[in-house]
C-alpha cells in the first residue's frame, strides 16, 4: 500500500459523493475542498463558472475528485440537472449541502422591498426545499444519506439579519428538524450548520464592532466551519438527527 492509499483509507469521506450548492465562495468552497481532502467526489454547484473551474482545478491540483455545473439553486430544473450529472458522474449521492444564501442588509419590514424578499425566500428556503426533494429518494434507496443546511446566529435569534434574512433562517431549522424527522428512520441524518461571524464575501464590509461581544474575540475561518460540515457529513455524527449546531466563537452565548 503506498502512502497516497494509506491516506485515502484513513480519510472519513472516502467512496462517498458529494453535491456543494453555495460552492463557489466563502464557505461552500471551503467546504467543497474539505469534502474532496477527506476522499469525497465533489460536484460543485454556483452561478460563477470561472470560479467553480478554479475551485475544481484546486481539487483536482491535489489528485482528489470534482466537477462543476452551474446552477440558479431558485431553479428547480437547474436542481434536478445537477442531481442527474452526480448520478451520471459518480453513480451516487451520499451529500447533500445546502450553502447557497444571500442577506438583507439588516433592512426591517417596513424598510425591506417585496421583491428582494421574494428573492430572498426563494434562495434561503426554497432551494434547500427544491435540492432535499430531489436528493432524499436516492438516499432512502440505498439507506443512507447527509444533509447539511446552513444557518446562522438567526435561527435563534433577531438581530443577526433583517426582516427576511431572519425569517428565512429560523424557516430553514424548522425545515431541518422537519426533515430530520419525517425521515430520520430511513436512514437520512439532516442537521443544521450554525455559522457566527465568518470571513467571507457576504460579511465584507459589516462593522466589526460586534466582536468585541464574542467571547473568542475574532471572527471564524471558512475553514473552522468546513471542518464541521466534515463532522456532520461523516459517520462520526450519525447518532444526530435535526441538531442545531452552533460555530460562531460564542456569539450567542450573551444574546
Known amino acids: 500500500m503506498t502512502s497516497q492509499d494509506k491516506k485515502l483509507q484513513d480519510t472519513k469521506l472516502k467512496d462517498r459523493v458529494a453535491i456543494v450548492f453555495g460552492g463557489t465562495s466563502g464557505l461552500g468552497e471551503a467546504t467543497a475542498k474539505a469534502y474532496a481532502a477527506e476522499g469525497a467526489k465533489v460536484v460543485v454547484t454556483g452561478l460563477s463558472?470561472?470560479?467553480?473551474?478554479?475551485?475544481v482545478k484546486a481539487i483536482e491540483d491535489s489528485?482528489?475528485?470534482a466537477t462543476f455545473v452551474k446552477a440558479?439553486?431558485?431553479d428547480k430544473d437547474q436542481i434536478q440537472a445537477v442531481v442527474d450529472h452526480a448520478l451520471k458522474t459518480y453513480g451516487q449521492i451520499d451529500i447533500l449541502y445546502n450553502g447557497a444564501g444571500i442577506h438583507d442588509a439588516y433592512n426591517n419590514a417596513v424598510e425591506l422591498e417585496e421583491d428582494l424578499y421574494d428573492k430572498l425566500m426563494a434562495i434561503n428556503v426554497k432551494a434547500p426545499y427544491l435540492?432535499?426533494?430531489a436528493v432524499i429518494p436516492h438516499f432512502i434507496k440505498q439507506g443512507r444519506g447527509a444533509i447539511i443546511n446552513v444557518g446562522s446566529q438567526a435561527t435563534q435569534m433577531a438581530g443577526p439579519g433583517g426582516s427576511a434574512?431572519?425569517?428565512?433562517k429560523h424557516?430553514?431549522?424548522?425545515?431541518?428538524?422537519q426533515l430530520a424527522f419525517d425521515f430520520g428512520s430511513q436512514g437520512v441524518k439532516v442537521n443544521i450548520l450554525s455559522p457566527g461571524f465568518i470571513e467571507t464575501p457576504m460579511t465584507e464590509g459589516i462593522e466589526d464592532e460586534r466582536l468585541n461581544r464574542?467571547?473568542?474575540q475574532r471572527a471564524g475561518k471558512p475553514e473552522e466551519i468546513a471542518a464541521l460540515a466534515v463532522f456532520l457529513a461523516s459517520d462520526d455524527s450519525n447518532y444526530m438527527h435535526g441538531a442545531n449546531v452552533f460555530m460562531d466563537g460564542g456569539w450567542v452565548l450573551g444574546r
Do not use: C, H, M, W
Open 165 to 168: 434574512y431572519v425569517t428565512s
Open 171 to 177: 424557516a430553514v431549522l424548522g425545515f431541518t428538524k
Open 131 to 133: 435540492a432535499s426533494k
Open 214 to 216: 464574542i467571547p473568542a
Open 49 to 55: 463558472e470561472d470560479d467553480g473551474k478554479r475551485i
Open 72 to 74: 440558479d439553486v431558485t
Open 63 to 65: 489528485n482528489q475528485q
